[in-house]
C-alpha cells in the first residue's frame, strides 16, 4: 500500500487553551501553544480557535510523488477536485467538506513495547515477581494517532472518495449506520465515516500500550473529572481492540485504544457486515446514548 498512516489533524474548538490542558493530562507533549506530538508520529495534533468543534484538516502520509499523482487522476475520475506539487496533494471529502492533505513523508518505525508476562492457566511466564504494569508510575504516552470518526450526510459519497479517491481500503462494514472500516496503513481502520444528519467529528483515537496503559490514562484523567468519562472500558468486536473513550471540554471524544487487529495481507482478510448494538462490544458496559449520539448534536441541528 503506497499510503502507510495518518500523519496529523487540526482540530477546531472555542476555548484552545482548555481543550489543550486536557490534551497535556491525555498525555500528548505540547511542544508549542496547540501543536503536540505522539511517541512515535511527530506531531499529530494541532488545536485551532473556532466557534465551534470540528476536524478542519485530516493528514494522509504517501510513500512518493508518484502516489500523489495517481490519486489526483483518481480524484479527477470522480469530479473532485485536487491540486498537488511533489509533496503534497490538497483535496476535500465533498460530502463534509473536511479537507485532506496527502503528504510524501517518512513511514514510523515504532519502538517496540515491552512484552508484558502474563500467566495464565498452563501458561506460567511469570514467577516469582510482581506484574511490571502494577509498578508503572511514569505518565501515559500515546504513541501514535490511530484513526478518527466523522458522521456525514452522505456516507455512501464520503466512502467513494476516500476508497475510491484517496485508495483507502474497506476492513468492515456496518451497513445499519452506513458505516465503513477504512484503512490507509495495515491498521484495521484510520477512518470510519458514518451516516449522520449532519457533518462533525465523533472521536479521534490514540494508541497506547497495552490495556493497562487505557486503564491508567482513564484513571489518571477521571480522578478530578468524572464528567470526562463516555464509555468504557471494552473490547469492540470491529477491529478487536480494547477502548475507553472520554470526552475533551470542546466536546470532541478521545479514544484510548490498544490491540488493533492488523492486516497485512489482503487476500487473507475478509471484510465483514456486522449489524446492531451488540457488535460494537465483546465486553464491556452498555453502550452510552452520549457516545450513540454527542449531547451537542442537537443544538447544532437546530443551529
Partial sequence: MSLHRLTSIIVGVPNVEATAAFYREFGLIETAPGRFITADGGEQLVLTSAPQRNLLELGIGADDPDDLGRIAAALAQLGIAARHDAATLHTADPATGLPVVV???????????????????????????????????????????????????????????????????????????????MRCSPDHHNVLVQQAPLSFLHHVAWEVDDIDEIGRGAQHLLADHPERHVWGPGRHCVGSNFFWYLRDPAGNFAEYYSDLDVIVDDERWKPAVWSGLETLKSWGPPVTMSFLAPEDLAERMAR
Fill in 103 to 181: 503528504r510524501v513523508t517518512d513511514r514510523v518505525v515504532p519502538r517496540a513495547a515491552d512484552a508484558a508476562a502474563c500467566n495464565g492457566p498452563g501458561h506460567t511466564t511469570r514467577t516469582n515477581t510482581r506484574a511490571a504494569a502494577v509498578a508503572r508510575k511514569s505518565p501515559v504516552r500515546p504513541r501514535k494517532l490511530g484513526h478518527v470518526v466523522m458522521g456525514s450526510t452522505d456516507a455512501a459519497l464520503s466512502r467513494r472518495f476516500f476508497v475510491d479517491g484517496i485508495g483507502f481500503k474497506v476492513s468492515d462494514e456496518i451497513p445499519d449506520v452506513g458505516g465503513a472500516f
